[in-house]
C-alpha cells in the first residue's frame, strides 16, 4: 500500500464503541498505514544504527473487554519483542499522532539508562529541541515541552518509581498539514527519529 497520511478517519477509529468494533476499525484503517511507513522507517534506522532494527505493529491481545485509546508501531533491536527495550514509536490517539523514543517500565535495566540520562542531562539538553515533548507514562495523553519541563526530576523519577516511565518525541495535531501529505509525514518521522538517535545510543553505554 502506498502510504497517503493519515485522515480525520483513522483518527475516529477511537470513538467506535466495543472492543471488536474498535479493533477491527483500527485493522482496516490504521494497521495497513503502519506497515507502509514501518518498513522504510526500520530500514533508515538500521542503516543509521549499523545494525538490523525489527518492526512491531501493536496487536492488543491482552484485551478482553476495553477496547484501545491508542495504537502504535514500535521499531526495535529484538525480532521477537520492544517493550523490554529502548525502542522507536510512531502512533495515534483520538486527537494526535506521537512519533517518540520509548523507555517503559518493562525495560530491566531502567535504573542504569536513568542514571546514564543524569550525569548527561547537558548533553541532552542540548541535543533535544525545546518543542519536543515528554511524557512519563505511556497509557496518558499528556506530555510536556522541553522548554517547560523539570528534567532532572522527570529523570529522577524515571530512575526511582518503578511504573516510571520515559517517552520523548513530538506530538501532531489531526489538522497538521504534514499527517496527510504522506512523503511529508515520512520525512518528519524520519527526521524525528535521527535527532533521537544520539539518545537511543546513550541508553546502552
Excluded: C
Amino acid at each position: 500500500m502506498q502510504f497517503s497520511g493519515f485522515t480525520q478517519n483513522d483518527f475516529d477509529a477511537f470513538t467506535i464503541e466495543g472492543l471488536s468494533e474498535r479493533m477491527a476499525a483500527i485493522q482496516e484503517r490504521i494497521q495497513p498505514k503502519f506497515q507502509a511507513i514501518g518498513q522504510p522507517l526500520t530500514d533508515d534506522l538500521s542503516a543509521s544504527l549499523g545494525n538490523e532494527m525489527y518492526l512491531h505493529i501493536a496487536k492488543h491481545l491482552r484485551r478482553s473487554v476495553n477496547p484501545p485509546n491508542d495504537t502504535w508501531m514500535a521499531i526495535a533491536a529484538n525480532k521477537r519483542g520492544y517493550k523490554q527495550h529502548p525502542h522507536f514509536q510512531v502512533g495515534l490517539y483520538d486527537d494526535h499522532v506521537f512519533v517518540w523514543l520509548a523507555f517503559i517500565y518493562e525495560l530491566p535495566n531502567k535504573k542504569n539508562i536513568a542514571s546514564t540520562f543524569l550525569k548527561n542531562i547537558k548533553t541532552i539538553k542540548s541535543t533535544i529541541p525545546n518543542d519536543y515533548v515528554i511524557s512519563l507514562d505511556h497509557m496518558k495523553k499528556d506530555a510536556t515541552t522541553m522548554k517547560d519541563i523539570n528534567l532532572k526530576e522527570s529523570l529522577e523519577r524515571f530512575r526511582d518509581v518503578k511504573k516510571a516511565e520515559l517517552l520523548i518525541g513530538r506530538h501532531f495535531a489531526p489538522n497538521d498539514p504534514r499527517l496527510t501529505d504522506g512523503e511529508e509525514f515520512l520525512k518528519v518521522a524520519k527526521e524525528t527519529f535521527e535527532t533521537l538517535l544520539p539518545l537511543y545510543k546513550l541508553s546502552f553505554k
